[in-house]
Nanobody
Framework: QVQLVESGGGLVQAGGSLRLSCAAS????????MGWFRQAPGKEREFVAV????????YYGDSVKGRFTISGADAKNTIYLQMNSLKPEDTAVYYC???????????????WGQGTQVTVSS
């Protein structure tokens, strides 16, 4: 069982920055990748970013490329999402996710965190 706990959400003005963190507790199970999704009110959950541990390769959703950066260390079981140049449309609940077998960003994660709210005011 993998438990994921997010932190770092909050309220920020447009153009500002926030850094999210996600800590994973691993017991007998290893993740092959960890990442972030988000869901805005009335919208479907959207892929944001993922980091694959075996080659530290990263993938980003089109709406956040160039503004968000995912990082982390498998040994630390923690990932971060640095969000810069935030826009009101980035307002959403951000969810941490983990994969036991990651193939591509469309591979469904096996584990989810509870989510953290990010609100960007105009």
């Amino acid at each position: 069982q993998v438990q994921l706990v997010e932190s770092g959400g909050g309220l920020v003005q447009a153009g500002g920055s926030l850094r999210l963190s996600c800590a994973a507790s691993r017991r007998t199970f290893s993740t092959s990748a960890m990442g972030w999704f988000r869901q805005a009110p009335g919208k479907e959950r959207e892929f944001v970013a993922v980091i694959r541990w075996r080659d530290v390769n990263t993938y980003y959703g089109d709406s956040v490329k160039g503004r968000f950066t995912i990082s982390g260390a498998d040994a630390k079981n923690t990932i971060y999402l640095q969000m810069n140049s935030l826009k009101p449309e980035d307002t959403a609940v951000y969810y941490c996710a983990a994969w036991s077998a990651f193939l591509q960003p469309t591979t469904p994660p096996g584990y989810w965190g509870q989510g953290t709210q990010v609100t960007v005011s105009s």
